[in-house]
């Protein structure tokens, strides 16, 4: 009997799903994993002490970003309910429905720190996230962090300007300011970007820097920069990387041919078949049923004194078995990162076997869409983050010219921005591309969303100094990361396994 590509994908996708992290297959939705105990840390070598940090974080666990798969899926189930259409299994599925969208229309209600309670906003988990990651930097960087209140040192901060990565810098300020008395003052935003857009400027808010924090998204409206202006060549990469995620063909194929494979719809209707009558599942199988994320619902809170109203935008849509399957897996993919808000176990919903294609599905997406992607297509996905590389190494390079008046820089920002800036830094796990002959599968790359592009996901460097020679120590989800084969001239300690690199050697490595 003759296999088809798409059957030998599923089935090594199903050979190799014990390679997920949590074994949730969540995805980029993943709650974070540290990924090493501090205690195993490699000592600096003798004579070095910490001279500087810096790091770029994903913001925490969060809530669905608005409402969308949730309303659609719910808008459905209403439809099946009206039509005699669930089976006994898909007439609880409803009511959980409407308590994950009630807990994400009231996220953030009453928690200190969260100003406007919502879709998008943090979870409990997602400032727990936050807090533990800058008190274990606080712990591992003491020598330094502990001078900065008697000092005149600052810790700088910059974020993507979205609420959800201000939010989470606050916390991380919060926790690492109770971690080390003093140093709440010696904490200041990056300046104010005045420039832009350059046809009509508006001075922006301290502390936000989109060219470097929020690059997929640049627009004319609001980030327009003169021709002349050192962002203008990632305002560009950035309106070239949209066009790509909007219209183009080869990425859009390649996608569309693995969410859409025989075998997803094979999965998608095992899935449905247990929440609804055949029926209903194939009227919508045929086309002859579609749904969107229209309507509005009202929530007031416990005690009253807030009420919130959602509404659809439409955007969403339902057109298949297999878009439904998508839909109830965004919705279960979240619900990990709001355990504390709304502890619905919806991976009951799942039959034994299915979730690893949803997880599978959810990578391949992301793969292509936002991490290493198509080789020919190279560098389309990563080239422009290259502002924050460039920010990385100029913060650096002030250290190295013995300018210590910054002590750390935070910076607080999507896992739009990490992915890429994970594949521009070399990564191995991170920047390995499919040709477009090829197609991306868990057993053939080690991309994976639980771990390059997790909930509060970071890259760390630590910078020590003897005096004369300025070392760089990467950490990765604060695991200890070497950088790539390439930059290996740049090992403090040639033929050994130290994670300790020259600043020097690593500015000619990355072409600086």
């Excluded at 790509?244 to 990425?251: E, K, Q, R, V, Y």
């Excluded at 013995?402 to 999507?414: V, Y």
């Excluded at 509060?456 to 950088?483: H, I, S």
């Amino acid at each position: 009997m003759r296999r088809t590509l798409a059957t030998l994908l599923f089935c090594s996708i199903l050979s190799v799903s014990s390679q997920a992290q949590t074994g949730l297959y969540l995805g980029s939705k993943a709650p974070y994993a540290i990924g090493q105990d501090p205690s195993t840390y490699e000592a600096a070598p003798s004579g070095f002490s910490p001279v500087f940090t810096e790091i770029v974080a994903r913001h925490g666990s969060r809530g669905l970003s608005s409402p969308g798969n949730d309303l659609a899926l719910y808008n459905m189930w209403l439809d099946a309910q009206a039509k005699g259409g669930l089976t006994k299994s898909g007439a609880r599925l409803g009511p959980d429905l409407l308590r994950i969208i009630q807990a994400n229309a009231l996220l953030g209600y009453n928690v200190p720190g969260i100003s406007a309670p919502g879709y998008g906003n943090l979870t409990l988990l997602g400032i727990e996230e936050h807090t533990q990651l800058a008190q274990r930097l606080a712990t591992r960087m003491s020598a330094l962090l502990s001078t900065v209140p008697s000092s005149s040192r600052q810790i700088v901060v910059s974020t993507s300007g979205v609420n959800r990565a201000i939010d989470s810098s606050n916390y991380f300020i919060g926790s690492l300011s109770s971690a080390l008395p003093g140093i709440a003052s010696h904490i200041v935003n990056t300046p104010s970007l005045t420039a832009y857009p350059v046809n009509k400027p508006v001075e922006q808010a301290p502390g936000i820097n989109r060219f470097q924090l929020y690059f997929h998204k640049l627009a004319a409206k609001t980030d327009l920069p003169a021709t002349t202006d050192p962002y203008y060549p990632v305002y560009q990469s950035s309106l070239q990387y949209q066009s790509f995620l909007a219209s183009d063909p080869t990425m859009t194929n390649k996608v569309n041919s693995i969410v859409y494979s025989p075998e997803s719809y094979a999965t998608s209707r095992t899935v449905l078949y247990t929440l609804f009558t055949k029926a209903f599942v194939d009227q919508l199988d045929t086309g002859a049923t579609s749904y969107v994320n229209s309507g509005s619902f009202t929530f007031t809170s416990t005690d009253g004194k807030f009420t919130t109203t959602i509404t659809g935008d439409g955007g969403t849509v339902i057109g298949n078995v297999v878009d439904a399957a998508n839909s109830l897996y965004a919705v279960y993919s979240i619900t990990p990162a709001m355990i504390n808000e709304v502890p619905e176990n919806m991976s009951k919903y799942f039959p034994t076997g299915t979730l690893p294609l949803f997880g599978y599905l959810s990578d391949a997406q992301d793969f292509y869409q936002k991490g290493p992607s198509i080789t020919e297509e190279a560098p389309i996905t990563y080239q422009m983050s290259q502002a924050l590389l460039d920010d990385f190494f100029h913060e650096a390079d002030a250290i190295a010219a013995g300018n210590l008046s910054h002590a750390a820089k935070l910076r607080f920002t999507h896992a739009e921005i990490l992915i890429p800036f994970e594949e521009k830094l070399g990564l191995p796990s991170a920047s390995l591309s499919v040709p477009s002959s090829q197609t991306y599968t868990w057993n053939t790359n080690p991309w994976r969303g639980e771990i390059n592009g997790s909930l509060a996901a970071n890259v760390q460097w630590d910078f020590f100094t003897d005096g004369a020679t300025l070392l760089v120590k990467m950490f990765y989800n604060e695991k200890e990361m070497d950088f790539p084969a390439n930059c290996e001239s740049a090992r403090y300690l040639p033929g050994t396994q130290s994670h300790y690199y020259k600043y020097s050697g690593l500015k000619t490595c990355y072409g600086y």
